[in-house]
């Protein structure tokens, strides 16, 4: 008989980072932590560059660091040295990013390093193990909480990524107030742009004590090589794709533009049928919506995604998810992909030079350009990165040009006669000019670009309502607090004194709206003012203009019907416009006009005149500008602010639209996350700034109405963590990783909503009755066909002269449900669940002896997230259904 083999004996696991610094007990010196970060790192098989090792060792000598190195230079090996020291020493170390995509990546990093329960992530709402010791959230938390802790807030280290934020005019403030308000925290600042932080640095060391540290000369590891293109985009993505230099970005400053050229390219051969064959299986359970989702299931379906802020944000999560997995050979959007995530992209190629910033075309900043040539070539995935640059549209055709005259004269060996006979070629060729206002750029625009360094970061600090009223939660007088907040800012001195006249506005004007009160005696924490009582426990001012909608709702009239609309019109005048969903109105609105007035025999010349008036609706207008310059006379710090009236979220109840219904209705498929975004917005103040004491049943319905809307559109917004407690990490982790968000909750376990929205489903069809839109009414069911719904017109039309449409005829009277109904169901169902239900058509007669006869499937209705209605006929009731 043999012996066997000795049984091997397994090779012990390396000590984890977090037993490593266990291991050193209480207070250990600099010294003895970097020497158990860097074995943690050998042990993995890393080794630091130098740039790494020299901010590591800053950081363990308690010092500041700004680490200004390129993309791919390793900054979040430095971002773990600095919370693994502050976790050996028993301090609080906060991480934060500009977006939530961000953060969230980075906490199932540090958990995978530090362990779950050393690692929370808190989102504003709520948290996941918020008390952990390492804390993750985007730069805003941070603020917001040191604004009302200050230099009493427990924390230790705070690690800011994307630092360049701190130069953004509408979030940089996020980025500063840290830097003011938190004397006691040690700072690694980290961003490949910085440009020149001398004053940051001097600022920084003086107002803390610390030295500050400035790594800033490490090599990009993955090297990048910039390209001039001269040739037509889609005969240059199918060069780069050729050749092995995808993924390919395409970076546009248009979102139509990116939408454009993804659709041109779905004919371009971008994938093999093997890989078609993966996304396929990859996308099976993932649910496109109606509008847009269609477009997008085609293009990620040949392995091109797009990707901009229009889009819902489950389709640009999907779009980021299958880049991440090496699914997606070419992606076109706007320069919002990225941002510090982790996407795969081995070229860049940019479209233009010039930009639209809202105010003006200028050419690209040096920030913003080595910003988006940044994202080319990633560790881990290439050696190596390109970034490519087209030339300007017109320039590449007149190249086109020459190419084929000299094509044409190839044969001509002369060369003499051969570049004259091309000279006269081209020039009998009308060529191509600059399009009316271009902003002129070309090969010296971007090789100064590619040469430049970042530009100095300039201060964007601001006072707002929502940060006094943060500052009222710290103890103390306020008053204090906020003077000495604003001169520590790193504004000019008559920049400090503006925001300070802003902020004393801001706070009379909180006086004047009753939302704060003066107290008679400072109360035990010092603080002389206080939040009044009466206001809801989430009150909040989301707009500049809160204040002045708290004021006007007392100008609107409880008793009138349409209170709870007006309420909501006062609401949505306090919000930033939602520039594409006004621009569809308008336009929508002027076709309708021009129809009207052809129609009246109107001639040209005074129909052109006519559509100059022709807006977007604005309930309440008149009513609301009038006060706001009455109110503005007692605040001019409200100087910049303009008021804007507007009818989205009331245009949609009114009109009995669902979220697919409205963007169908103003064709707005291209622009589905603007408008999910504004109504999200408009949940939020509704919800936040009327007070309880104005919320009637109807606007409470209304509310209820808007929200599962939301909700069901794109559940996404949820935020899956948000509704996680500590301890459900890793079923979080398979939430975050999934292509398709968590599900909402089921449309029909709310009942009172559910009702509603179907109310509004059937009101819709009410609607089109009335304006004889049988095709319309045909394609909104899918049940009864034009003719079907032609002959139910004729039929009412011979009893009744006219239809009564309007807001009597949406009464509760009219509308009749059966949510048990007896006997089998007449449709096929998705399910067994079924409402019967009857939309009486009001009549001027009285007589109401026509309706809508529907079937709701209630099965269906949840997978879809809005009513599934089967409309049986219309006429007299169905036998048998007691309605």
């Known amino acids: 008989m043999t012996s066997s083999a000795p049984a091997s004996v ?7 980072l977090t037993g490593r610094l266990d291991a050193l007990g209480r207070s250990p010196d600099g010294d003895a932590v970097y020497e158990a970060f860097t074995a943690w790192t050998d042990a993995r098989g890393i080794r630091l560059y130098p740039a790494q090792e ?29 919370h693994a020291d502050a976790l050996a020493h028993g301090k609080v170390s906060y991480y934060t990013a500009p977006i939530k995509a961000l953060v969230s990546e980075k906490f199932f990093a540090l958990v995978d390093v530090f362990g779950a329960e050393n690692v929370g992530m808190v989102t504003g709402d709520s948290s996941v193990n918020a008390d952990a010791p390492i804390i993750c959230c985007t730069a805003e938390i941070l603020a917001n909480r040191a604004l009302r802790e200050g230099s009493g807030m427990e924390i230790g280290t705070v690690v800011m990524d994307e630092f360049h934020y701190y130069a953004d005019p509408a979030r940089g403030w996020a980025w500063q107030l840290p830097l003011l308000e938190l004397p006691q925290a040690r700072f690694l600042l980290m961003s490949a742009t910085l440009g020149d932080t001398t004053r940051l640095e001097e600022d920084l060391a003086e107002r803390t004590g610390r030295e500050v540290a400035v790594v800033a000369h490490a090599e990009r590891p993955i090297p990048l090589t910039f390209e001039w293109s001269e040739v037509p985009l889609q005969e240059k993505v199918e060069e780069l794709v050729s050749t092995h230099q995808a993924p390919v970005y395409i970076v546009h400053f248009s979102q139509l533009d990116a939408v454009e050229t993804a659709v041109g390219l779905a004919s371009v051969s971008v994938t093999t049928k093997e890989e078609k064959e993966a996304i396929a299986e990859r996308i099976a359970g993932f649910r496109f919506s109606a509008g847009f989702g269609k477009t997008l299931n085609r293009l990620v379906r040949a392995g091109i995604g797009v990707h901009h802020a229009g889009m819902l944000p489950k389709y640009r999560r999907l779009v980021e998810k299958l880049a991440q997995e090496g699914l997606l050979k070419v992606i076109s959007g706007t320069d919002t992909l990225g941002v510090g995530i982790n996407v795969p992209i081995r070229t860049v190629l940019i479209t233009a030079l010039s930009k639209f910033d809202g105010e003006r075309t200028r050419i690209l900043q040096s920030r913003e350009f080595h910003q988006i040539a940044g994202r080319a070539g990633r560790a881990g995935f290439d050696t190596s990165g390109t970034v490519v640059v087209q030339a300007p549209e017109h320039v590449i055709e007149n190249r086109a040009a020459e190419r084929r005259a000299a094509a044409k004269f190839a044969g001509v060996k002369d060369e003499a006669e051969r570049a004259k006979r091309m000279k006269q070629s081209v020039k009998g060729t009308k060529r191509k000019t600059p399009p009316q206002g271009f902003v002129s750029w070309g090969p010296a625009t971007f090789e100064k670009l590619v040469a430049s360094e970042p530009e100095p970061m300039v201060s964007r600090m601001r006072i707002t309502h929502s940060m006094l009223l943060n500052i009222l939660d710290r103890p103390g007088d306020p008053v204090l607090a906020v003077r000495r907040l604003l001169r ?8 400090q004194a503006q925001l300070m006249r802003r902020a004393l506005g801001i706070f009379r004007e909180l006086l004047a709206t009753g939302v704060v009160e003066v107290l008679p005696v400072p109360d035990a924490e010092g603080r002389t003012v206080d939040l009044t009582v009466d206001l809801q426990p989430d009150f909040a001012l989301n707009q500049p203009l809160s204040p002045f909608a708290l004021a006007a709702l007392d100008l609107l009239d409880p008793a009138e019907p349409d209170h709870h609309l007006d309420v909501v019109s006062v609401i949505e005048a306090t919000l930033d416009p939602p520039r594409q969903v006004l621009s569809a109105q308008v336009k929508k609105a ?15 010349q ?26 503005r006379q007692d605040a001019p710090w409200l100087a910049e602010f303009e008021l804007s009236p507007k009818s989205v979220v009331r245009d949609m109840f009114e009109r009995a639209m669902g979220f697919g219904d409205y963007v169908q209705f103003y064709g707005l498929a291209r622009s589905e996350g603007v408008l999910l975004r504004y109504l999200t917005d408009a949940v939020k103040a509704l919800r936040q700034t009327v007070p309880q004491e104005d919320r009637t049943e109807d606007l409470q319905v209304l509310l209820d109405w808007l929200d599962e809307m939301v909700k069901q559109t794109d559940s996404s917004l949820l935020e899956e963590w948000e509704d996680l407690v500590a301890g459900d990490i890793d079923e979080l982790r398979r939430d975050m990783e999934s292509l398709e968000p968590t599900p909402p909750p089921r449309l029909t376990d709310n009942a009172a ?8 489903a059937m009101f819709q069809r009410v609607r089109l009755f009335g304006d004889e839109q049988d095709g319309r009414l045909a394609e909104l069911s899918g049940d009864l066909s034009a003719d079907d719904w032609a002959d139910a017109l004729d039929a009412y039309f011979d009893d009744h002269e006219d239809i009564d449409d309007g807001p009597a005829a949406r009464g509760s009277e009219f509308f009749r449900v059966a949510e048990r109904p007896e006997g089998r169901c007449p449709v096929e169902l998705a399910g067994t669940r079924w409402w019967a239900v ?9 007589d109401h002896d026509h309706g809508i006869n529907a079937v709701v499937d209630l099965d269906a209705s949840d997978e879809a997230g809005h009513p599934v209605v089967h409309v049986l006929s219309v006429g007299a009731p169905v036998p048998g259904w007691d309605l």
């Open 753 to 760: 909503v559910f009702r509603v929205m179907i109310r509004n």
């Open 10 to 16: 397994p090779t012990p696991a390396a000590p984890s």
């Open 606 to 631: 005074d129909r052109m005149r006519a559509l100059d008036e022709v807006t977007h609706p604005q309930p309440l207008a008149e009513l609301l500008e009038q006060q706001f310059e009455l109110y």
């Open 488 to 495: 520590a800012t790193h504004e000019t001195p008559a920049r």
């Open 838 to 846: 009857r939309q009486v058509l009001k009549d001027h007669d009285g």
């Open 590 to 604: 002027k076709g309708e006009a021009v129809a009207a007035m052809k129609a009246e025999g109107m001639d040209y």
């Open 54 to 82: 020299e901010a590591v060792l800053e950081l363990v000598a308690g010092n500041h660091v700004i680490l200004a190195t390129p993309t791919g230079s390793g900054k979040s090996l430095v971002a773990l040295g600095a």
